[in-house]
Structure formats: C-alpha cells, structure tokens
C-alpha cells in the first residue's frame, strides 16, 4: 500500500474520546461521538481502550456488496471511499464490514467512514496521549501488526 495510514497504539489510549469529538465537529459541525468516523472501542473493566477506523482493507469486502458503488476503492491513493452522492444508505457495507465501522449516520441516513479528513486527520492532531498517528504505509509491516495483536490479545485474556 502506498501513502499514509492511521496507526493506532491501543496502549497509549486512555479513552479521552477527544478524536471522537473532533472528528464529529470537523465532519458535521457538531459535538456528537456518534457522528464520529473513529470509533473508541472500551473494556472499561480492564482499563483498555481501542480506537477503531476504517481499515482501508486491501480486498474490501464493504465495495464488493454495495448496489450502487458507492462505497470503492480509490486505485489512486488505495483508499476505500463512500460517495455520499452515490449512497442510498442501505447499510450493506456495515454488515459486511469485518472491523464494523462504517457507520450510519441517523441525521444524513447515509453511510460513512474515515476518509482522513483530506489527508489531515483531526483525531492526529487532537490525541495528547499519541494513541492515533498518521505514518507511511510501508512503515508499519506485518510484523509490528502481529506484535500488537499479540500485546493486546494477551491484555485481554490477563483481564479476565
């Protein structure tokens, strides 16, 4: 994959919710965490927050059931992108979403998803605790993506 991709180091969250704040203020114009394209994930009794997003999969499940096209993959920048113009809202791709993010918007009634807001993702900006970042694609390899999936697998089945 080329380009930036979010990362997100779910030891460093500590459930603030502030990117799900701004995202919902930079898309809507409103403070409201379920207008937000990041999505905070809590196991509250273990202490563990997990800041979820759109996974730009490399064959995404989402684009292949939506009837209208609207929800693609961009071959330019290897994003997969929801065309609201496009987009009847019939909640397809969420159902068909293995990470579950897309969401419905109960005000647009259509579907959505991080875009990272035209390159300069605002939950970035506004994480103090450095959870969420933007980095090239090729710096994050298969490795470090099993290691974290490991860490918090472990965490998990420590909590229980």
């Given at each position: ?26 898309h ?12 905070i ?11 979820m997003?759109?996974?730009h999969?490399?064959?995404p ?15 330019e920048?290897?994003?997969?992108i ?10 397809t ?12 918007d ?27 970042s ?16 490991n ?5 998990l089945?420590?909590?229980?």
């Open positions: 994959m080329n380009g930036k991709v979010l990362f997100v180091n779910p030891e460093r969250c500590t459930g603030c919710r502030n990117c799900e704040m701004v995202c919902s203020v930079f809507s114009g409103v403070s409201n965490p379920s207008r937000s394209r990041i999505r994930l809590k196991w509250e009794e273990v202490g563990l927050y997990l800041p997003t759109c996974q999969c490399e064959t499940v989402c684009t292949e059931v939506c009837p209208t096209r609207a929800c693609h993959k961009d071959l920048n290897q994003r997969v929801i065309d609201p113009k496009k987009c009847i809202g019939c909640k791709c969420i159902m068909a979403c293995p990470f579950g993010h897309p969401f419905f109960p005000v647009d009634r259509l579907t959505a998803k991080c875009d990272y807001c035209d390159g300069n993702p605002q939950c970035v900006l506004f994480c103090n605790p450095k959870a969420v933007y980095i090239e694609a090729d710096q994050i390899n298969l490795e470090k993506k099993r290691e974290a999936a860490r918090l697998t472990n965490f089945r420590q909590g229980r």
